[in-house]
């Protein structure tokens, strides 16, 4: 499985590299409207995403235009295995980390505003190196994004449970308006992965740890 994953990924990116800076400005552009006229991205308070780096989808646009939509911004810092996400508040408050890509040098976490109680819509954008039409993902064999998302989904899922057990019959009656143990309305989490065309396959090799976006978004279309 390793090993096809390789394959997959060089393949991947020996397409996305390929792509001339012309094409590539143009198709994230492009990226990054489609994503900005979603619901998700209109009604989220955070939006947490990486930082572009190569040949990736340029996601300064969207770290720019959500400063100016008032959203507060994450981007994710790597030590060891881990990554967590940090509020950056301009493009200076970004610094070269791991692997000579750009990080947050603050030290205001998403895992301290997620323990604050208040209520949140939560947008996490994803990069990748290969995805398939059932959204798998293949990344860049670290598996950060992975573990990080398997933490913050169930953090949320154990926050979700909580409200509906306080609610009470509540929760029954007004489907929609689930509050959590604070009486806050409850977080909602979204997964949206940014990604050129040649980048999807009809199918890539994967596992059941893989953590699936729940849409992928490309210059022409949204999976």
Partial sequence: MGEEKKRFRAAALEKRDSLTAGQRRDYS????????????????????????????????????????????????????????????????D??????????????????????????????????????????????????????YLSGL?????????????SAGSDATAHPQANVDTAGHLQRKVTTAALAYDCQIFEEIPWEPYDVCPERIITETKII
């Fill in 29 to 92: 552009d492009r990226i990054i409207k489609k994503l900005t006229n979603l619901s998700c991205y209109r009604e989220a308070d955070a939006v947490l995403t990486y930082v572009s780096f190569r040949s990736e989808v340029d996601t300064i646009p969207l770290i720019e235009r959500a400063y100016a939509d008032g959203k507060a911004v994450f981007a994710p810092k790597v030590t060891g295995k881990e990554m967590e996400f940090y509020r950056i508040f301009s493009l200076d």
């Fill in 94 to 147: 970004l610094s070269a980390g791991y692997r000579g890509i750009l990080e947050p040098t603050g030290e205001l976490s998403f895992y301290g505003r997620m323990t604050d109680r208040t209520s949140q819509a939560i947008l996490v954008c994803m990069p990748g190196a290969a995805f398939d039409r059932a959204r798998h993902r293949i990344g860049y064999g670290g598996g950060f994004y992975d573990r």
């Fill in 153 to 165: 989904l169930r953090i949320n899922a154990n926050t979700d449970a909580a409200a509906k057990l």
